[in-house]
């Protein structure tokens, strides 16, 4: 018997339902159900990416590039900031809450039956959105890993990993070479295979997976060096990438190496999809990437989850130099490593305001008496305020720059506050 479901909050409750227990990797759920919805995926081009850091930077720039070559483009990624819908957009337009009431009331028993994730329901669901409003190419990000996420259940035109970093150890190892060994996971025999990890031991070992996958042709980005003269300014990041020079809104060094990373993947795809120079240079001027070092009046946004992400927030922030004092409204989930995020972020931070995001799944909430314990040790300017609500508006009262940090929760919450929305231009 399926539930009756007549509102979208009503179908956000049964899918979220379905995250509190462990994630579960594997592909056998995930296909069984697309089975029965007529394999979507199958009639679908896709572009595929995976990667620690960057996957949500490069397919906001794989969309912006196509869509401006003239292509309609679904794009998949998650989690999401604000609204749910933030996960499927086509054309850079969340889809009708109403489409996702209609999926969740009509598939229920069979998500039921078989026992699916959370993510498999969802990834399911954006293949059917996209495959019914007849798109030109979907953009899929992984959600975890890649080998046996929920999204490797396609053949793109492309697979790409953008770069290797230590996270979800207790899904994908300890090691970069076991993290790597579960991203390469999504190349394929026969496809092309675009590795954007710039250290060269990691990215010889991404190329020997993706060899021994069979994929065909392995391109890297660094090969010939990536891009150079990366130069950041508040207004964006400009680079010359193969003696053409380019320019993306989104700021920070790392974010010419995720341009490279989309440019790279579409010079795999069939000729006629292919963007030309002008489509280039229009689209990167397009791209919009909410949460990712993300400015609105005096409050940054930036979705940081790791010590990586973390140190390329700190790097982003020293180049840009906000107005100071820099105070950071920083809450993890418990899983993370928030002492490197914190020794990576204080030198660009002039003080912490230690807190839990509302929305932190509660076998993830973070302990904060250890944080600010820590951040005393270390010497770091730092308070405790558990309230979410007074954690902002302590940070509003005492920076010139507001930086909300530490997870997808945290950011999503702060923007939903203070009513900023993700998908405006």
């Known amino acids: 018997m399926g539930v009756d479901l007549r509102t979208y909050a009503d179908a956000l409750d049964f899918l979220f339902a379905r995250t509190t227990g462990i994630w579960k990797l594997g592909l056998e759920r995930v296909e069984a159900f697309l089975a029965l919805l007529g394999d979507p995926h199958r009639r679908l081009r896709t572009i595929h990416v995976a990667g620690t850091n960057g996957k949500g930077s490069t397919c906001a720039t794989l969309d912006a590039l196509l869509r401006a070559q003239g292509l309609r483009v679904g794009r998949y990624t998650s989690p999401h900031l604000v609204d749910f819908r933030e996960r499927f957009l086509v054309d850079g337009v969340p889809v009708d809450a109403a489409r996702i009431v209609d999926f969740v009331d009509r598939w229920t028993p069979e998500v039921e039956r078989l026992g699916a994730t959370f993510f498999e329901a969802t990834t399911a669901m954006a293949f059917e959105f996209f495959a019914a409003d007849g798109v030109d190419v979907a953009v899929i990000e992984t959600g975890l890993g890649g080998r046996l996420d929920a999204t490797n259940v396609v053949t793109p035109l492309v697979a790409g990993v953008t770069n290797i970093g230590i996270d979800h150890v207790e899904y994908l190892g300890a090691t970069r070479e076991e993290i790597a060994f579960e991203k390469a996971g999504i190349f394929k025999p026969g496809v092309c295979a675009v590795i954007g990890e710039p250290e060269s031991g990691i990215r010889e070992l991404l190329r020997r997976y993706a060899q021994e996958r069979g994929a065909s042709p392995v391109q890297a980005v660094f090969d010939d060096g990536g891009p150079t003269a990366v130069q950041v300014t508040p207004e964006g990041t400009s ?8 320019r993306t809104p989104l700021l920070g060094a790392h974010q010419a190496n995720n341009a490279a990373m989309a440019i790279a993947m579409l010079e795999c795809v069939p000729p006629e999809m292919r963007p030309t120079s002008e489509a280039i240079a229009r689209g990167l001027a397009a791209v919009h990437l909410p949460g990712r070092f993300h400015r609105s009046g005096r409050y940054i946004f930036d979705v940081a989850h790791n010590p990586a992400g973390a140190t390329v927030l700190a790097r982003t922030l020293k180049t840009v130099q906000p107005p100071r004092p820099v105070v950071a409204v920083f809450s993890v989930l418990a899983d993370k490593d928030w002492r490197g995020m914190m020794d990576h972020l204080a030198p660009a931070v002039d003080h912490f305001v230690i807190t839990n995001a509302p929305t932190s799944p509660s076998n993830r ?17 730092a308070e405790l305020v558990r309230d979410f609500d007074r954690a902002l508006a302590r940070a509003a009262d005492s920076g010139a720059t507001v930086l909300v940090t530490g997870s997808f929760h945290t950011v999503g919450d702060a923007m939903a506050r203070l009513e900023v929305s993700p998908t405006a231009g």
Not at 366 to 375: C, D, G, Q, T, V
């Open 239 to 246: 680079f010359t990438l193969a003696g053409k020079d380019y």
């Open 365 to 381: 909430v973070w302990s904060n008496p250890e944080p600010l314990a820590y951040a005393r040790e270390r010497n770091l300017s």
